[in-house]
């Protein structure tokens, strides 16, 4: 299971990046949306965090398993306390999977992948979303932002 403490521990340091990104934003600055029809910047917080979990979900349950819910927040420690608590959630979920799980073949997105294939896009598709907000954070003049990759 070493290679699994590895994959949280750098999945970890993305996840531990985006904390600090929104740290530095506003209350006000949560709706901004850089087109019409694109997430708001907090919107796009709570996917990457829940995401994470699904994915997590679907390795565990060994079929997918949609997100619960749609989560909404007014300001930003609400949003951090969401983003913290399903970063807590997905780590404690990541260390009970099995090698079994892991190896496990699970249909998902029109492919049958294993486990660690899907816990792999799951980080692809959060450091994808964690750029885009770095953009959107710069697009509203912020220019003290963390490193791309949390470095304690």
Do not use: C
């Not at 699994?4 to 600055?29: N, P, T």
């Not at 819910?69 to 300001?75: A, D, H, N, Q, W």
Request: hydrophobic share 40%; glycine share 8%.
């Amino acid at each position: 299971m070493s290679k699994l403490s590895g994959f949280i521990s750098g999945w970890l340091s993305h996840r531990k990046a985006l904390i600090e990104l929104l740290k530095v934003v506003d209350d006000e600055q949560l709706s901004f949306k850089p087109w019409e029809n694109g997430m708001s910047l907090s919107e796009l917080a709570i996917h990457i965090a829940g995401s994470t979990s699904m994915f997590v979900n679907t390795v565990k349950t060994g079929v997918f398993t949609p997100p619960t819910g749609k989560k909404e927040v007014s300001t930003t420690k609400e949003l951090l306390d969401f983003v913290e608590g399903q970063t807590e959630y997905a780590k404690q979920e990541l260390e009970k999977l099995t090698a079994e799980q892991l190896d496990g073949i699970i249909a998902f997105a029109g492919m049958d992948l294993p486990g660690k294939a899907i816990l792999e896009a799951a980080k692809e598709h959060e450091i994808h979303h964690k750029g885009q907000l770095f953009t959107y954070v710069r697009l509203l003049g912020i220019e003290e932002v963390p490193f791309f990759i949390y470095r304690p």
